[in-house]
Nanobody, 126 residues
């Protein structure tokens, strides 16, 4: 059974950096597209970034473009989210997700992802 486990969250100040990790097991990592979503209290789960390793393609939400970078280490079955110049508006629970459909246009829709981690809290103070 597939399992995704996030780590790396924490409390930081505005302008700081964090790197989130998501370790995947029970799935063939290289044939899934991996993504990060986030959910703030009282809000919907929003798309942050997606990577299709086999195609070498990445996608980002406009709000994080230029500040966040998604990457993978296929040898470790791990996907990362490097977050720089963090802002208080980035505070949320961050979730890792896996999509068995590698190529899709509507990649920002959370319900299309088959597997989810439990989330890791990121809090950015001003």
């Amino acid at each position: 059974q597939a399992q995704l486990v996030e780590s790396g969250g924490g409390l930081v100040q505005a302008g700081d950096s964090l790197r989130l990790s998501c370790a995947a097991s029970g799935l063939t990592f290289s044939i899934y597209a991996m993504a990060w979503f986030r959910q703030a209290p009282g809000k919907e789960r929003d798309f942050v970034a997606r990577i299709n390793w086999s195609a070498g393609s990445t996608y980002y939400a406009d709000s994080v473009k230029g500040r966040f970078t998604i990457s993978t280490d296929n040898a470790k079955n791990t996907v990362y989210l490097q977050m720089n110049r963090l802002e208080p508006e980035d505070s949320a629970i961050y979730y890792c997700a896996a999509d068995s459909t590698l190529y899709r246009n509507n990649y920002g829709i959370a319900n299309l992802y088959a597997y989810w981690g439990q989330g890791t809290q990121v809090t950015v103070s001003s």
